[in-house]
């Protein structure tokens, strides 16, 4: 079973920057992408990012041009790095892993972005 653990989350100031991590515990056979999801307080899930095997990303509207996704040459680590945070951003952040044969979940990390 694949674990998938992040890092790196806090508390910020707005205007400021955090840079999550997201390791995966062993080689995921068939991946196709990883990615980041987040859930604000009384809000639903929501998909924030992702990135290809191949290196191909992709953000949601809300982020573009603010948080940058990158894969590593193992393909076993993703990264999230966020600049410009808002209060808005404030949320449990999750990676996921997307494969052929299986998905995975981390547990989530909390960012909070003060005013």
């Known amino acids: 079973q694949v674990q998938m653990v992040e890092s790196g989350g806090g508390l910020v100031q707005a205007g400021g920057s955090l840079r999550l991590s997201c390791t995966a515990s062993?080689?995921?056979?068939?991946?196709?992408?990883m990615e980041w999801y987040r859930q604000g307080p009384g809000k639903q899930r929501e998909w924030v990012a992702s990135?290809?095997?191949?290196?191909?990303?992709n953000y949601a509207d809300s982020v573009k041009g603010r948080f940058t996704i990158s894969i590593d040459n193992t393909k076993t680590i993703v990264s999230l790095q966020m600049n410009g945070l808002k209060p808005e951003d404030t949320a449990v952040y999750y990676c996921?892993?997307?494969?052929?044969?299986?998905?995975?979940w981390g547990q989530g990390i909390q960012v909070t972005v003060s005013s």
């Open positions: 062993t080689t995921i056979h068939g991946l196709n992408a």
């Open positions: 990135v290809t095997s191949g290196g191909s990303a």
């Open positions: 996921y892993a997307e494969s052929y044969g299986a998905n995975y």
